[in-house]
């Protein structure tokens, strides 16, 4: 294809609100590239999106591609502000390498799958796989527009992390860039790197996740246990299990199919921390009740992993995927209200087990996203729409209340429970129930009860007791009066 069918396209947003506007329209790629630096360093708040136009010559047509979307978003008001060079809020700054070596490190691996994952997910491979075999350093290569745009965005993430130029930062990466595909295709006769070599081309013969990960854990059965050899075989084989575990391996293939994505996570966490919660299981009859028991590859996996202290990386990533899923968008247990909150108490009681593997901070940072999903209007009205009355969806909603996480979540069940114990139909429900007035004036001290204990804001606190009250009064003159 000559140069004349491909086009670049820049559009610009000058702010916020602003509609997308061409910019540029040119044949030079390093001038549209370079036209994008130049909107983002001279206008604050403007954001670029830069395409690519590769015209059909049979159809006439052109297809477009997004080479890159960057700019400033507004965020949200914050009590801290970030300080002056930290990464941009959601984007972890890529790790600084200077040598192909250094690109083999967890952290790079990690950020590699991250700006290339649209590629690693087509072709069904791992970072580790990518830095081992030649033939697949040679298909990214022939991919230039994915690369570019990879390379691009790291770079816009390494000179926002430390207050670097965008270009000369961007010609570094693509210097590592090549020189890394030149390590790979002549094949390096480092130790390591030869027995990576060989796990890769193992791993290459199944695109099935679950077959790669049986093949790991046989060459870790059969990895030797002591000296050198053993320090080099666990180093290069935990590579690929940690990329697998921590986002690469498609879980549905991993675990099974059927299995809902809440039970997924249940499992997940077994396998990442199996002897401290098989302990708790055994003396919380309702937890291990809960949490499905580890079969199959899983139950593999776990006695691998906690077999081998030298495995801890692995466990981790694990955990920190259990977190990703568990702050994401996704529900757990569709088509399961109930089930999605026992299921989500289960998780919160695994997660916050004495362990190192995932920080406190960040297990409390998930459940409060996840919580701040199940207070939603959707979720919270299908799980009422299960009840069998309002009597029962008040006792509900303290349920939900005792188990959520997150100060936003908890006040979101507060103003809910409001509206419903000043709704009509609760206090018709209270008023008119064909139960004795003794035990309708006792439900709703039990009531009350439970909101005391709860943590609930001392306002929402106070008035749903005064509703309360005033229903209770109501009830009694009802009495009075048929007694009249």
């Known amino acids: 294809m000559d140069r004349a069918q491909v086009h670049f396209e820049l559009f610009v947003r000058r702010h916020r609100r602003a509609p997308w506007v061409l910019a540029l329209a040119t044949e030079d790629r390093q001038a549209a590239f370079e036209a994008a630096d130049d909107v983002l360093a001279r206008e604050a708040g403007a954001a670029v999106r830069l395409c690519k136009e590769t015209r059909d010559a049979r159809t006439g047509d052109f297809r477009p591609l997004t080479l890159l979307e960057r700019g400033v978003r507004p965020e949200p008001r914050r009590w801290r502000g970030r300080q002056p060079g930290s990464p941009r809020p959601g984007l972890a700054a890529s790790p600084a390498c200077a040598r192909p070596q250094d690109l083999y490190a967890g952290p790079a691996r990690e950020a590699i799958g991250g700006f290339l994952s649209g590629w690693f997910a ?241 297990v409390a940072a998930a459940l409060a996203a996840r919580w701040r999903r199940l207070t939603g209007p959707g979720f919270v009205e299908a799980r009422l729409g299960l009840c069998r009355g309002a009597l029962e969806e008040a006792d509900v909603l303290l349920d939900l209340v005792e188990a959520a996480v997150g100060r936003a979540s908890v006040e979101a069940l507060g103003r809910r429970l409001l509206a419903l114990l000043a709704d009509r139909g609760f206090e018709q429900e209270a008023r008119f129930s064909p139960d004795p007035l003794a035990v309708g004036l006792g439900r709703l001290a039990g009531l009350a009860a439970r909101i005391r204990g709860v943590a609930l804001r001392t306002e929402t606190r106070l008035e749903a007791e005064r509703r309360l009250r005033r229903l209770a009064v109501r009830m009694k003159a009802d009495a009075a009066t048929l007694c009249a």
Not at 186 to 207: K, N, T, Y
Not at 226 to 245: C, K, M, N, S, Y
Not at 307 to 328: C, E, K, P, Q
């Open 122 to 362: 087509r072709n069904r491979v791992t970072p580790f796989e990518l830095l081992h075999r030649a033939d697949l350093a040679e298909r990214l290569e022939a991919c230039e527009a994915e690369l570019s745009a990879a390379l691009y965005n790291a770079a816009l993430d390494q000179a926002a992390a430390r207050g670097a130029p965008l270009e000369p930062t961007r010609r570094a990466l693509d210097t590592l860039a090549r020189r890394t595909i030149e390590r790979i295709v002549a094949d390096d006769p480092e130790v390591g790197f030869r027995l990576g070599v060989a796990v890769a081309a193992r791993l290459g013969r199944h695109p099935n996740w679950k077959d790669k990960l049986e093949v790991l854990l046989d060459l870790i059965d059969a990895a030797p246990e002591e000296g050198q050899p053993a320090a080099v075989a666990r180093r290069v084989l935990q590579q690929p299990l940690t990329d697998i575990l921590l986002v690469h391996g498609e879980l549905d293939e991993i675990l099974g199919p059927g299995l809902a994505l809440g039970d997924q996570l249940l499992i997940l966490a077994q396998i990442a921390s199996a002897p401290a919660i098989a302990a708790v299981a055994a003396d919380e009859a309702a937890l291990g009740r809960a949490v499905p028991r580890l079969r199959g590859i899983a139950a593999r996996l776990a006695l691998t992993l906690h077999g081998r202290a030298a495995f801890a990386r692995a466990r981790r990533a694990v955990g920190r995927r259990v977190l990703s899923i568990l702050a994401g968008e996704a529900r757990l247990w569709p088509d399961d209200p109930v089930r999605e909150v026992e299921g989500v108490k289960a998780l919160a009681r695994l997660l916050t087990l004495p362990s190192r593997l995932v920080g406190q901070d960040e």
